[in-house]
């Protein structure tokens, strides 16, 4: 059975650095094909992806927020984490991480982190 | 990027009515589609998957068509249950991109 959950802040100052960790089991980010992604959704907005990272280390980035955004995998804690810099209001919402494969995008959810970005 | 524009943006129908939402693709996406349902508060669910497949325990009510760059999402007689908002998401490219949602209520 696959499972991820998210960790981190619930509050951040603008211009901090956000850091959110996704737990998972079920599976290993040591086999092929296998990666972690990163979505947000500000409140009553819509879903936005913002990174991926597979199991060979290849990492993709949302384009505008790329400059700011770092995901890293620590395979031996079946852990991802995702850094952003420089929080802004507008960073507030809800952060997901999600598995995905070559063949199966985004199938598992995590429960999500509420992060409120604000002074 | 490829866009995602789905519509409507929100949609009032009775309990057994059939719902269609729509999804376009701005470049041929093949079936590279994901339709995820989301209940307030909750995270995103998987309800269809490269366009037409229906995953895994979901009600054969849910279904899903479609190829390159127009696809419709369809519930066949819309339950109680079934009020949420839901989401097209194409994985053909990176950067992955979502629809805008489509909020669905009761009449």
């Known amino acids: 059975q696959i499972t991820l959950k998210e960790s981190g802040p619930t509050l951040v100052k603008p211009t901090q650095t956000l850091s959110l960790t996704c737990t998972f089991s079920?599976?290993?980010?040591?086999?092929?094909?296998?990666?972690v992604a990163w979505i947000r959704q500000p409140p009553g907005k819509a879903l936005e992806w913002l990174a991926l990272?597979?199991?060979?280390?290849?990492?993709s980035y949302s384009p505008s927020l790329q400059s700011r955004l770092a995901i890293t995998k620590d395979t031996s804690k079946n852990q991802v984490v995702l850094t952003m810099t420089d929080a802004d209001p507008v960073d507030t919402g809800t952060y997901y991480c999600a598995h995905t494969t070559a063949l199966r995008f985004l199938s598992h959810w995590g429960q999500g982190n509420l992060v409120t970005v604000s002074s | 990027d490829i866009q995602m524009t789905q519509s409507p943006s929100s949609l009032s129908a009775s309990v057994g009515d059939r719902v269609t939402i729509t999804c376009q693709a701005s470049?041929?996406?093949?079936?590279?589609l994901n339709w995820f349902q989301q209940k307030p508060g909750k995270a995103p669910k998987v309800l269809i998957y490269?366009?037409?497949n229906l995953e895994t325990g979901v009600p054969s009510r849910f279904s899903g068509s479609g190829s390159g760059t127009d696809f419709t999402f369809t519930i066949t007689s819309l339950q109680p249950e079934d009020i949420a908002t839901y989401y097209c998401?194409?994985?053909?490219?990176?950067?992955?991109?979502f629809g805008g949602g489509t909020k669905l209520e009761i009449k």
């Open positions: 990272i597979y199991w060979n280390d290849n990492k």
């Open positions: 490269d366009a037409s």
């Open positions: 079920g599976f290993s980010l040591t086999t092929t094909g296998v990666g």
């Open positions: 470049q041929d996406i093949s079936d590279y």
């Open positions: 998401q194409q994985y053909r490219n990176v950067p992955l991109t």
